[in-house]
């Protein structure tokens, strides 16, 4: 287990030159005056604060690596062989029934008017980044063939090239945000939502107005923070120009654009990009309360929170006056996670990592519900990938945790499907894709399903699209497998005694019987009678 800090990493583009480093530091164990690099202290020392950040930014997306002490790997899914929990009512448990593909793997959310998916995952909220704004069509309508909701997420109107403010600095127009919610829409089917999120500056500019007039969203989603860093939104910019556009919406810009010398620093070319920060928010329950007040009052039917890797008091917070608030769904987001736009010291060093994080929620979602309070529906997030995780996400957290918030697991296959189709049409393809077949449609497994389903509609729908949709339904089947083999044929039939610890720590954390404990009192009285 590895839980230093290195001084280099290829999500920065540094490395040791020696084979030995101190573990604390990561500095090589013999430093040499005319070492020719590259460390993050040698980097450092003449690209100063670009270090701080894993690149090519807007081109790529990171996930942190530190290998925390406890994790969902240290979990065990258990396996039956009786019984049949979730079945409908009707339906009499036997072989001939409890077939695995037979497995229910729809779920859902809200306090009221509740949004179902047809698997228990959704997108993690993809927001102002190069990243999200070129792949958007791919994503957004992948997951809404998948039937799962997509989060847009935060800054998209404030950094839009087309924005218009009326007299009182107020969103009047946003092309890009117009672009995300009707490229979502065009492929809903009644799964999953579009979902729009809101920071600092998103509320300052009157985001959650727009959406509401122009588009009528039924449910807008607060931000607190999400799992991969402690600060706001970040992205880079390339021209002085935009630079300066931004610092005049409001936004924290560094180097500060209209100062004489940055400028002239920026035409020499000591420096290439600039920084554009969002603001920490400052939250209260009071404050909670009343903004969710508001929005309800403009017409949202559902307001959701997403929080970070915060403390326990900010989790605290969060669960007991989204209780109070009837908020309708809780996004609880771990560290590392993964992102395009963190400070790398930061995503590996900073927050509570997830594992930990949602047992410290199911202890105090317990104690919410032992005093009467409903207890939110709960959303996991941060670092999940497959479907194993989320059985095991979905089981530990029961019966609040509904689904698990997916960022980079969800956007490698759009960006797969993206490049496949753009690979086949220049005749590019790479072996590790040619050895399936030539053109898009032997490529792609599910394409002649999604021709059945679409017929002439099927050329609106993007490779990147297509690689959602088939990544989904490869998730789908193995999920129902997982829940075959332990007897649950629903999502709410998944229980906390489903899973078990394989470690003592991680059964002391969780609350999860350790593997050699667990049903052992039954096992016992079988022996014994």
């Known amino acids: 287990m590895n839980l230093r800090r290195p001084n280099s990493n290829e999500a920065l583009g540094t490395s040791n030159r020696s084979r030995n480093v101190v573990p604390m530091s990561g500095i090589c164990t013999r430093c040499l005056d005319g070492c020719k690099g590259m460390c993050d202290i040698w980097l450092s020392s003449f690209r100063g604060r670009e270090v701080l950040y894993p690149g090519p930014f807007g081109e790529m997306t990171a996930g942190a690596d530190k290998d925390y002490p406890v994790d969902y790997s240290h979990l065990n899914i258990q396996g039956y062989a009786r019984g049949a929990k979730g079945l409908p009512a009707d339906t009499a448990a036997g072989p001939d029934s409890a077939v695995f593909y037979s497995a229910d793997t729809e779920t859902s959310y809200g306090w009221d008017k509740k949004v179902k998916l047809r698997i228990p995952i959704f997108t993690g909220a ?15 309508i992948g997951a809404a063939m998948a039937g799962i909701t997509a989060v847009c997420g935060e800054n998209v109107c404030g950094v839009d090239p087309d924005l218009v403010l009326d007299h009182t600095g107020k969103v009047a127009k946003s092309p890009e945000m117009d672009r995300r919610i009707e490229t979502y829409r065009k492929f809903h089917e009644g799964y999953g939502e579009i979902l729009v999120q809101m920071n600092v500056e998103d509320t300052r500019l009157g985001t959650a107005e727009y959406v509401s007039s ?13 799992g991969a860093k402690c600060i706001g939104g970040e992205i880079k910019v390339k021209t002085l120009e935009r630079a300066i556009e931004l610092r005049k919406r409001g936004y924290l810009v560094l180097p500060d654009p209209t100062l004489p010398e940055v400028e002239k620093g920026f035409a020499a070319g000591t420096f290439h990009e600039f920084e554009r920060h969002s603001r920490l928010g400052f939250v209260s329950g009071e404050g909670l ?17 997403k929080t970070g890797a915060y403390s326990a008091v900010e989790l605290a917070m969060a669960m007991r006056f989204g209780s109070e608030a009837k908020i309708d769904l809780l996004t609880i987001d771990g560290a590392p996670g993964g992102t395009g736009m963190s400070p790398w010291p930061m995503m590996n060093e900073w927050g509570i990592p ?5 047992c410290l ?7 919410l519900a032992k005093r009467g309070k409903r207890v939110p529906d709960i959303a996991m997030a941060g670092g999940f990938s497959s479907e194993d995780a989320v059985f095991k996400a979905l089981a530990l957290g029961s019966p609040h945790v509904k689904a698990v918030c997916m960022g980079r697991g969800l956007m490698i296959p759009g960006m797969v499907g993206k490049n496949i189709g753009v690979w086949a049409k220049e005749g590019t393809l790479p072996n590790t ?13 599910s394409y ?28 789908r089947v193995g999920l129902q497998q997982l829940m075959a083999g332990s007897r649950n044929f629903s999502i709410p039939s998944i229980s906390r005694r489903d899973i078990m610890a394989l470690t003592e720590d991680a059964a002391r954390i969780s609350g999860i019987p350790y593997v050699m404990d667990a049903y052992r009192d039954e096992a016992e009285a079988i022996l014994d009678s």
């Open 448 to 475: 002649e399903d999604l021709r059945a389903k679409y017929g002439a509609r099927l050329k609106e729908i993007p490779t990147g699209a297509i690689g959602i949709y088939t990544y989904a339904q490869r998730f």
């Open 126 to 140: 993809l927001g102002s980044t190069e990243i999200a704004r070129k792949n958007w069509e791919h994503f957004a």
């Open 433 to 445: 894709v040619s050895k399936y077949g030539k053109t898009v449609e032997e490529i792609f497994i």
């Open 214 to 226: 122009k588009h009528h969203l039924d449910t807008i989603e607060l931000k607190w923070g999400q």
């Open 361 to 367: 929620a199911m202890e105090f979602a317990n104690r």
């Open 354 to 358: 997830t594992f930990y994080l949602q």
């Open 289 to 305: 309360l009343e903004e969710v007040d508001r929005l309800r009052d403009l017409g949202f039917s559902r307001v959701t929170l």
